[in-house]
């Protein structure tokens, strides 16, 4: 754990040096220079963890109100901290040439750097506390310093609205957090992970009303459905490194909450894995079909984290039932498949971010209906893209396909005692391949309608290629995620330790090895056919003549008549309206020959915050309705407000407050 | 060498099908062949507009549809290699593939092949579940985790039946999306009244052609294998030499079926076309019912 603190107190210096020193090329130094240092001192106390050693534990007495704070860095925490902070410093690293033309103008970057070096350190907190209230401050510390990182464009009213969209229901979270935590503290009596595990390990309605809570607000933190409306918006005003960072990073806190607290329950009960999953699943469906007709490009990311979420989620859910039914090979598939999800969400999920940062860079604009054709004048870009848009559909041989594989061997294995409960998995099985299919088609629009064919707006233009400092992060994520799809073992080999605190062990992993190791020959199989094939078809290729494209006889084609983003999603949003429903905006005249020129706007709202809000509203209205049916008394209404002061002080001190 | 030209003889057996439906003679089986050989022997024209992308995808389809007849049982009693969950591994070669094809597609910039891209984006996302709920009710009857598994099995009980019969028309309906046949997409046009797979390779011409008509040729291939693999009442035991004529006869007749099936109907219109997709869900959905109802749940 010492390795650990002084890793903190060097980011905390690197932190207020950031703040202190005098132009950004030195503030941008001190946070790179310490998060790196920092870096190197955490993966060397984390590593023997991960390789099987013992965990590492240590406590503080302090003094009241806190007493004695301990601290357990176990393979869980290990797993986290390990990718945790080296995307960070890549996320550094890549906002020194995102934000260099607003350092030109002569922004001050010192408060930026000093945040990312201290979500860094909220990093450490959060995975490495065991005390609730340290918890607490780490988790809010995150919280915070992400908001902080958002508005760095804080001018734009639209901005300070999302990022305000954002706190709130952080902080919503976290009082759903401090409320389940309390009453733990009231049942054990104490602020210790260990001691809340005495109540959570016994079955009781105490423990299911705390896993509710608890649920809420992890739910809460990594955007699940019904409450993950405030990602999108979030990401879409943040720059790029800062949604790649919340999306990937510092959201996925969230479900290592989870799993930790489900250590702590131990065994649990069956509801509790099926509504995981359930979530899990309602998740996955509602994002990937909203993702699906984005044509911002960062909302639609957005919305793909919440699938992404849900899938692991859906693998968590696989390993609570088996770890009900007693079957440590379900178990160690939920769990691996789960981790390996979130690991390779981050990879990806961070490339694509960075990806479309540069293009706003380049271009101003994330719009797609504005873009297209960048693949030519951005090559390294596109390319970059087109990796971690296949890896994010689960199309094989990138990474997202191994996490995937794990979830589907959890749900098909047959291994539920029942056929109903085998049937419900298979069921979630099929769901997951509906999500998959549709991930695809979100992600080739994506990549197909921003980077291929013609630039649909000719107003747009762009500066090509970032410079190196981006594009060393995109390509470091890229070449993890290449790696983790052709060798996931690599991957795995982390997790291993992992599922062993869940007492699955040896004859779990080996379900998992036994799973993958022919798919990963497969791939690797499938690599070697496609380079061996492309290379045949190059050579066959050359020699070719260039034309324009065919247009069926008609000679006029121009880059407007291309299909569009909306267009290319249009027949599956009519096919799926109930799930997100459109609104249009037309004036078109429905003459083949128009006289005048017409227009046509389509938006997808978030059907679910609609909801939420219209439910919210109606009960704002009753409230108020109630209100004001009270007569008002002045002259009483001083002495009812003491009245109602002297009965709660009255049940305060016959409660025990000292 | 019989075996490498099936695909194309299926191919050629629906067309030929087809012809004689229409009253005529029709082409010579082996037609396809003739025409991936002189495609191989054309220079292609590329657009202006296209980059790598466009040349390299055919390639990337066709590997992917290569991979995927590893674990497809097509001469009957076994496939080249079998294990747990090839059938995740299937679909995901054919997402693959058809994600290749659509990125060739949208890389010309013409609205036409736009517009294929896009209907058959949303027409895969239906089937796929479909392609899921079958292997597993025919996993959970049997208790494998593999294809092989999962089409061997035989019927022995009347849930069983049910099960087997739904699947077998949940299957076809996937093959006939798959492999762009009626009522899904009319492969002899690109027209955008009537077109989904035609119109994305509008654009394609020498050996990339060759390339993809050789990947849709395979892909019918295994699709109709598949469904052959599951009426065959000797896959996986019993005699091999039975098996293996049996399946190749029921290819053919599968084949004769689709072409018929083209011949006697046209396509549905688009607006509704969802609804017959849908309709492999509801049949995969039934053999999983039937499945849980045999295994003494419900």
């Known amino acids: ?658 | 060498m019989g075996l490498a030209l099936l695909p194309w003889l299926m191919v050629g057996l629906i067309n030929r099908t087809k012809a004689r439906w229409a009253g005529r003679l029709g082409p010579p089986l082996l037609q396809s062949v003739y025409d991936v050989l002189r495609l191989c022997r054309k220079r292609p024209v590329y657009s202006e507009t296209t980059t790598a992308i466009f040349r390299l995808t055919p390639y990337v389809g066709l590997a992917a549809t290569l991979a995927a007849a590893l674990v497809v049982p097509i001469i009957g009693f076994r496939p080249l290699w079998s294990f747990s969950f090839d059938f995740i591994w299937l679909a995901y070669l054919w997402g693959l593939g058809r994600a290749a094809l659509m990125l060739g597609a949208l890389d010309t910039g013409s609205s036409f092949e736009g517009m294929g891209a896009s209907r058959e984006a949303t027409f895969a996302t239906l089937v796929e579940p479909a392609l899921l709920l079958v292997m597993g009710a025919l996993g959970a009857t049997t208790g494998t985790t593999s294809l092989m598994g999962a089409v061997s099995q035989g019927a022995h009980s009347i849930e069983a039946l049910v099960a087997w019969g739904a699947s077998l028309f949940a299957l076809l309906v996937v093959v006939q999306a798959e492999g762009a046949r009626m009522p899904v997409d009319d492969p002899t046009t690109h027209l955008e009244l009537t077109m989904i797979h035609e119109v994305m390779v509008l654009d394609h011409s020498g050996p990339e052609l060759a390339a993809i008509q050789t990947t849709a040729a395979l892909k019918l291939t295994l699709g109709v294998s598949l469904i052959a693999a599951l009426l065959n009442p000797w896959t996986g035991s019993g005699p091999a030499a039975t098996g293996l004529v049996v399946h190749l006869l029921l290819m053919v007749m599968i084949a004769v079926v689709i072409g018929t099936i083209e011949s006697l109907w046209a396509r549905f219109q688009l607006p509704v076309l969802h609804r017959y997709l849908f309709m492999a869900v509801v049949g995969g959905a039934v053999a999983l019912l039937a499945t849980t109802w045999q295994g003494g749940g419900l």
Not at chain 1, 233 to 250: C, E, K, N, Y
Not at chain 1, 258 to 265: A, E, N, P, Q, S
């Open chain 1, 1 to 658: 754990m010492l390795g650990l603190t002084i890793a903190g107190a060097v980011l905390l210096v690197g932190a207020l040096c950031a703040l202190a020193l005098p132009n950004n090329r030195a503030r941008a130094a001190a946070a790179l220079s310490t998060q790196g240092l920092a870096l190197v001192i955490t993966l060397g106390s984390v590593f023997p963890v991960l390789a099987g050693g013992p965990a590492l534990a240590e406590s503080w007495a302090l003094s009241y109100p806190l007493d004695v704070v301990s601290g357990e860095v176990d393979a869980l925490s290990s797993f986290f901290i390990a990718w945790s902070l080296p995307m960070t410093l890549l996320g550094t690293l890549y906002a020194v040439g995102y934000l260099q033309r607003s350092f030109e103008e002569g922004r001050n970057g010192g408060p930026h750097f000093a945040l990312l070096n201290i979500i860094a350190l909220s990093f450490l907190i959060i995975y490495g506390s065991r005390h609730a209230i340290i918890f607490l401050l780490g988790w809010e510390l995150a919280a915070v310093s992400a908001w902080l990182l958002v508005i760095w464009d804080y001018k734009n009213q639209k901005v300070r609205f999302s990022a305000f969209n954002y706190l709130v229901s952080t902080h919503v979270g976290l009082l759903v957090l401090v409320a389940a935590f309390m009453y733990l503290h009231g049942q054990t009596g104490s602020m210790d992970f260990a001691a809340f595990g005495r109540t959570l390990g016994v079955s009781s309605g105490g423990r299911s009303f705390v896993f509710l809570l608890l649920g809420a607000s992890f739910a809460l933190k990594s955007a699940f459905f019904p409450v993950h409306s405030w990602l999108p918006r979030a990401h879409s005003a943040a720059p790029a490194h800062v949604s790649a960072l919340m999306s990937g990073v510092i959201h996925k806190a969230g479900l290592f909450a989870f799993l930790r607290f489900t250590l702590l329950i131990g065994e649990p009960e069956e509801w509790m894995g099926w509504l995981v999953l359930l979530f899990g699943a309602l998740s996955a469906l509602f994002g990937v079909v909203y993702a699906a007709s984005q044509r911002d490009l960062k909302r639609l990311l957005g919305y793909s984290s919440t699938e992404n979420v849900g899938i692991a989620a859906m693998g968590f859910g696989v390993a609570y039932l088996g770890l009900c039914w007693d079957q440590p090979a379900l178990v160690a598939l939920g769990i691996t498949g789960g981790l390996l999800h979130i690991l390779n969400h981050a990879l990806f999920k961070c490339l694509l971010f960075y990806a479309a940062g540069a293009v706003y860079r380049s271009t101003h604009t994330v719009d797609l209906e504005r873009l297209g054709g960048l693949l030519r004048r951005m090559p390294r870009t596109g390319w970059l893209f087109l990796v971690g848009a296949l890896a994010i559909a689960g199309i094989p041989p990138m990474n997202g396909f191994m996490s995937e594989l794990l979830v589907y061997a959890g749900l098909l294995g047959q291994t539920a005692p029942g056929s109903v409960e085998n049937a419900a998995l298979v069921s979630a099985a099929a769901l997951l391949g509906f999500v998959g299919s549709v991930s695809a088609l979100a992600m080739v629009r994506a990549f197909g309608v921003a980077f291929l064919g013609s630039p649909r707006d000719s107003a747009v233009t762009d500066h090509g290629d970032p410079p190196a400092t981006m594009l060393l992060p995109m390509g470091l994520h890229a070449a993890g995620v290449v790696l983790l799809g052709l060798a996931p073992s690599v991957g795995v080999a982390f997790i291993r330790p992992v599922v062993v605190l869940f007492h699955s062990g040896a004859a779990g992993m080996a379900a998992v090895d036994d799973v993958l190791s022919p798919l990963q020959w497969a791939c690797r199989g499938l690599v070697v056919g496609i380079v061996v094939l492309g290379l045949v078809g190059w050579r066959l290729g050359r020699g070719a003549r260039r034309h324009v494209t065919w247009g069926c006889g008609y000679t006029a084609a121009n880059p407007r008549m291309q299909y569009t983003g909306s267009s290319f999603s249009q027949p599956f949003v009519e096919i799926f309206e109930s799930l997100s429903p459109q609104r249009w905006r037309v004036k078109l005249s429905g003459k083949i020959f128009p006289p005048a020129s017409g227009h046509l706007e389509v938006h997808v709202a978030d059907a679910v915050e609609g909801r939420i809000f219209e439910v919210l509203g109606r009960g704002e209205q009753l409230f108020v309705r109630a209100a004001a049916a009270i007569p008002e008394q002045p002259r009483y209404a001083f002495g009812a407000g003491l009245v109602v002061l002297v009965v709660l002080v009255g049940l305060l001190v016959a409660g025990g407050v000292p």
